[in-house]
Each structure stands twice: as C-alpha cells, then as structure tokens.
C-alpha cells in the first residue's frame, strides 16, 4: 500500500493509539498536541507520558505542537480532538488543510446546541463540499488495546463510498480490520450516545446492582440509540454492528472504559466535579449527555435513559432516585417509540 503523510490532530490516548498505527504501517506521521510536554515526551521519549503510558512509538512518528507544520503536506488528515473542541481546534487547522485530503474523524460526539455530528461540524467549519471527503471511523476500540496489537474491528463510514473503500485498505492490516459503509450518520450517532448510556452502566455497577440491572440498561439503552439515529436516517443494520451494538457493549463492559468508569464513581455516591477534578481526560460521556438531550427534545425522540443521566450529572438527581424514576415509567409494548 502507498505511503501517505499522515496528521494526526489530538494527541489523547486515541489519536496517539492511531497515530502509531499509521507510523507502524510505514507511513510518516506527525502528530499535535496542545500540551508542550506531551510534544516533548513524544519526541524526546518515544512515549506520550500523559495518555499512552508505556507504548513505545516509532521513529517516524513526530510530534508538534503547530498546527501548520502537523497539516503541512499531509494527505490524511486523522481528527481525534475532544469534542467539545472540534470546532475550535479545527476552525484554527482549516487554513493549513489540503483541500482534497481526506478527514478521517475519529472524535465520537454531538457538539452541543447545534446538534451536529461531527462531519456536519467539519463541514460548517471546512465547506459543504467536505462531505464528499469526510469519513467517521468508530466502534468497539479501547485505544491502549489498538496501540499493544490486540485484534480491532470498526467501521468507516462516508458519503463517497469509494474513499472509504480506498482508506479501508490503506489502514486495515495485521491490528485493525475496517468495515466500510455509506451510513455516516448511524456510526457517528452510534458512538456518541453510546457513552451516555455506558455512564448509566457504570452507575448500576457503582450501585451495587447486578448483571440484570445492567442487561437492562444495555439493551434498553441500545432502543433509544436506536430510535434517535433512525430519526434522523440511519440504517438500522448499522446499530446492530460495530459501531452500535459493538461499542455499546465494550464501552458499558469494558474495564478500560472511561464512561463506565465514572458512572460506577457517580454509583458509589462521588460528586461530578470531585470525579472530573483528578483525572485529565474528560469522559466524552459528560459532553454528550448535554447534546444528546437536545437532539432528542428537538427530535421528539423519548429516551430516558439518556435523560436522567443528564438529571444525574447536572441538576444533581441522586442516581437512586433515578432508578425509582425509570421501574416507575407507564408500562407499554416493547417496540413501542415511547417505552
């Protein structure tokens, strides 16, 4: 396979984990990072000390932290920034992009009062003409498994199913097999609602409750997944794959899981802001429980699950309450739109 020159923009255990996995198929990788010391424990130490402790990257992966030299000659361009800052970080790339590179997203999110997915942010910020070159890559894919050599499917999706087809076969090798797809919207959907509901997961699981309580969840919380992409138009064998039920199932499970992981801390009774003031790395779950209430009030689409995990993080409903509140909801079929 050609090699490309390859940017990497988000340089947090995800965009690092991919990162390498460029640089391990021989292509030349430069990678940005906001944190100088994090530029410097990539370049000095093969290491990014802060996010990807004790994987080793290769020489031809360079870190910086200049947008213009990370995007400069770059014929993939990788977005692996949070989401709550995609639009700002690449509002301050676009000058430095090449318009025909193709921009693999890998942040799973929906940006807050807009109600965008992310390729529709892209192509705000970039030109509706982006579309055509903007792939969403999702599904069940803990970064520090990817970056070790653990086995890794996901899907690809774009609107140009050509281009998917094209980095499909550029990236997929011994590590990472891709799924390429047209349904852009059922994957990104996918990954972002997922983490809200492996928040309530982890509540349960925090809790005390058992493998019941948090089955339930999980599949309860895939219907309204379900319910919310369908709205807006995707193909509902996209949520029974990778990038629905997949990562549904590993960010709910999964040890490695940050969403999990602060749901089990709000189970055990800890404040939001006592969880989120000793860890660097925002689980995205707290960003989306905002955006995927309002994309579902401005949808019409019920999901309660969603719903009080958002009461539970930001008007302060205990998370017991919260469970009260959903056994106690009107009894109804179970394919029915407002069960």
């Keep these: 396979m ?18 390498k996995l460029a640089a391990d198929r021989g292509n030349p990788v430069r990678l940005w990072a906001y944190e100088p010391e994090v530029v410097e424990g990539i370049n000095r130490g093969r290491e990014n000390p802060f996010y990807l402790q004790g994987v080793r990257l290769p020489d031809n992966l360079r870190a910086t932290g200049d947008l213009a030299e990370a995007l400069h000659g770059a014929e993939v361009v990788i977005l692996a920034m949070p989401s709550h800052v995609f639009r700002k970080v690449l509002a301050q790339a676009a000058p430095h992009l090449s318009p025909d590179a193709p921009l693999v997203i890998a942040t799973k999110g929906i940006e807050e009062e807009s109600c965008l997915i992310m390729p529709e942010v892209a192509a705000e910020v970039c030109g509706w003409k982006t579309w055509q070159r903007a792939l969403v890559l999702s599904g069940p894919s803990f970064a ?11 899907s690809l999706a774009c609107r140009n199913l050509r281009l998917a087809e094209d980095l499909q076969r550029w990236l997929s090798g011994d590590v990472l097999r891709i799924y390429a797809t047209e ?13 809200v509901i492996a928040i309530a997961v ?14 339930a969840l ?28 997949g990562d549904l199932v590993l960010t709910c499970t999964g040890e490695l ?9 709000l189970g055990r009774g800890e404040k939001l802001a006592d969880i989120v003031g000793r860890t660097r790395q925002v689980a995205e779950g707290v960003h989306n429980a905002r955006s995927v ?12 699950i969603s719903d009080l995990v958002y009461r539970v993080l930001f008007e302060d409903l205990p998370i017991d309450q919260a469970v009260k509140i959903l056994m106690g909801r009107t009894l109804r079929h ?6």
């Design 144 to 154: 520090k498994e990817l970056a070790r050599g653990d086995p890794t499917a996901v």
């Design 293 to 304: 209430r309002q994309l579902a009030q401005r949808a019409g689409v019920e999901m309660p």
């Design 334 to 339: 179970e394919r029915d739109d407002r069960a």
């Design 202 to 215: 982890g509540g349960a699981t925090g809790m005390g409750l058992g493998h019941n309580s948090r089955a």
């Design 183 to 195: 349904d852009v919207v059922g994957v990104a959907l996918g990954g972002a609602i997922k983490n």
């Design 257 to 265: 899981s940050r969403n999990r992981q602060l749901g089990e801390a």
């Design 2 to 19: 050609t090699r490309r020159t390859t940017a990497v923009i988000g340089a947090g255990n995800w965009g690092s984990a991919l990162a």
């Design 218 to 245: 999980m599949t309860r919380g895939l219907a309204e997944v379900a319910r919310l992409a369908m709205q807006r138009g995707a193909n509902p064998l996209t949520l029974a794959g990778l990038s629905g039920i």
